[in-house]
């Protein structure tokens, strides 16, 4: 069952597990008729260009740095008051290129309602997105304190701002 | 009386202050020994970097662009629960190339307690932020349906991510 939320109505809990533990970002794979789960800590959430908007970041080295490129959406799952730490770690630390992460976790696709890829059926939390704006990071505007701690090699992040179409709880 | 809370505790409601009606935005203005306010209505607040960041916008006509850039810091005050209609008209709409803000909204000026910007005492939630990584926009990245919708000129926004170095109440 389905509990459509406003955008920003968990937005305090959205944060919260991307800085402790992670989320699971989602992007289809149409060579392969599947999707690809990716962990990350990484993003924000707001309102921009008068959108509900939710900021993802990917490095250039992951494989859904290249399904994202060509898919233009995404899905964001949040395992709220869930102990995912496994599948958190199995989609952080493996590469779709080799497995089939859905398999792996034992999570299930289930169809997007208002887009093409699947979420995660077992998170309670989700988010469906398009993204409307990318940029990639220009290093010398990081400051060198981060530049230092967060990049040891210059496998930079693409920024994806993706315009929130859905945004629900499931039950 | 100040009361901290955790940067991602009222997500939520900045998010919705933000997309309704807007926040205020300060940044200091050496020259004129003062601090200048705009109104807000687009940002996002998240995790990035391993630190807390509140992102917010500035386009390239504006006082506050010039300043920001030379003080690489700012705050952000939201009247929760207050109706600050027109102060946040008054910031919107004029310049603090023309006038003093805090003077003509009636707002007092506090030290920041993190940085040497000053905060809206008249508020009652604040942001204390360093600007640690900024991005001019690629407008080519931009949908074209919000290209058209927001940007009618070439004035396009600044991104400026900043640390959130204190966030707080103030009763």
């Known amino acids: 069952m389905h509990k459509d939320i406003a955008y920003h109505e968990y937005a305090n809990e959205a944060i919260a597990h991307l800085a402790n533990g992670g989320i699971f970002l989602t992007v289809k794979d149409p060579d392969q008729d599947r999707a690809n789960i990716m962990t990350i800590g990484w993003g924000t959430i707001g309102y921009i260009w008068r959108k509900p908007i939710l900021m993802v970041m990917v490095r250039y080295s992951r494989h859904t740095y290249g399904l994202l490129e060509k898919a233009g959406e995404f899905?964001?799952?949040?395992?709220?008051?869930?102990?995912?730490?496994?599948?958190?770690?199995?989609?952080?630390?493996?590469?779709?290129?080799?497995?089939?992460?859905?398999?792996?976790c034992g999570f299930?696709?289930?169809?997007?309602?208002?887009?093409?890829?699947?979420?995660?059926?077992?998170?309670?939390?989700?988010?469906?997105?398009?993204?409307?704006?990318?940029?990639?990071?220009?290093?010398?505007?990081?400051?060198?304190?981060?530049?230092?701690?967060?990049?040891?090699?210059?496998?930079?992040?693409?920024?994806?701002?993706?315009?929130?179409?859905?945004?629900y709880l499931r039950k």
Chains 1, 2 share one sequence.
């Not at 958190?88 to 497995?99: A, E, P, T, V, Y």
């Not at 299930?108 to 309602?113: D, I, L, N, V």
């Not at 997105?129 to 290093?139: G, I, N």
């Open 75 to 104: 899905t964001v799952s949040i395992p709220l008051h869930q102990d995912r730490t496994n599948e958190l770690m199995i989609c952080g630390r493996q590469s779709g290129r080799d497995i089939d992460k859905f398999k792996e």
């Open 108 to 167: 299930t696709p289930e169809k997007g309602r208002a887009i093409d890829t699947p979420i995660i059926k077992e998170c309670p939390l989700h988010f469906e997105c398009r993204v409307v704006y990318q940029q990639a990071m220009e290093p010398g505007q990081l400051s060198k304190e981060l530049r230092t701690n967060c990049y040891q090699t210059p496998d930079y992040h693409v920024l994806y701002f993706g315009e929130i179409l859905a945004s």
